[in-house]
């Protein structure tokens, strides 16, 4: 069954303009990681950033940050200022902790950045 | 300098065939993945190994084996190749076998003609 969610296939954004991503997961535990990764068309794998489920303060990496509800179970990519190199597919993927290191994927959003 | 490396990038080759795909790290991790990506871009779990034991080994054929001579090295091993195999293969790392950040290989494109 399906844990991670991306409800956008596709989003597009102007250049230095702001973004907001969507990811829905579904688990039990209480203690999880969740994860953004960006895939440009180079195919590498890039780590944006990292939640940790039991930290109540949002993650943020330059001028990428999250919106982590966790009720919610909702945990959205915030890009400001976007820019050309941000253009990529973005997965988000969560850490269940009883699973090994299992990393669920969601199906990505492709991102295009405009000039 | 890089830090999960894979050989090859790409692979083509012809159903039936067997063939190898190499990863290495010099994180100094204890534990390594293989995800396959499909044509869809999804990204689903094979294996895993810490210290060179196998932890992880999802409902993957056994035509796929992998084996890990030492704690830097991963590599997959897939017999009888056929044309659904084609997809791209990650190679990923990580200190800790739960609760960590992964850190993925360029990726090898396998396709099967």
């Known amino acids: 069954a399906q844990t991670v969610t991306q409800s956008q296939p596709e989003m597009s954004v102007q250049e230095a303009e702001t973004v907001t991503l969507s990811c829905t997961y579904d688990?039990?535990?209480?203690?999880?990681?969740l994860f953004w990764y960006k895939q440009p068309p180079s195919r590498q794998m890039i780590l944006v950033i990292r939640?940790?489920?039991?930290?109540?303060q949002n993650a943020t990496e330059n001028r990428f940050s999250v919106n982590f509800q966790k009720a919610a179970k909702s945990f959205s990519l915030k890009i400001s200022d976007s820019q050309l190199g941000d253009a990529a597919m973005y997965f988000c993927?969560?850490?269940?902790?009883?699973?090994?290191?299992?990393?669920?994927f969601g199906r990505g959003t492709q991102l295009t950045v405009w000039p | 300098d890089t830090a999960v490396s894979q050989t090859p990038k790409y692979l083509v080759t012809q159903m039936g065939n067997d063939k190898s795909i190499k990863c290495e790290q010099n994180?100094?991790?204890?534990?390594m993945y293989w995800y396959k990506q499909d044509s869809k871009k999804f990204l689903k779990i094979m294996f895993s190994?810490?210290?060179?034991?196998?932890?992880i080994n999802e409902t993957v054929p056994n035509r796929f084996s992998p084996k890990s001579p030492d704690k830097a090295h991963l590599n997959l091993h897939i017999n009888s190749l056929e044309l659904g195999d084609s997809a791209v293969y990650f190679c990923?790392?990580?200190?800790?076998?739960?609760?960590?950040?992964?850190?993925f290989g360029p990726g090898t494109r396998l396709t099967v003609l």
């Open positions: 939640q940790e489920a039991y930290k109540q």
């Open positions: 990923a790392s990580s200190q800790l076998t739960r609760l960590d950040t992964q850190y």
């Open positions: 688990t039990s535990e209480s203690d999880y990681y």
């Open positions: 994180l100094g991790h204890d534990t």
């Open positions: 993927a969560s850490d269940r902790g009883s699973t090994l290191g299992r990393l669920y």
């Open positions: 190994y810490n210290n060179k034991e196998l932890i």
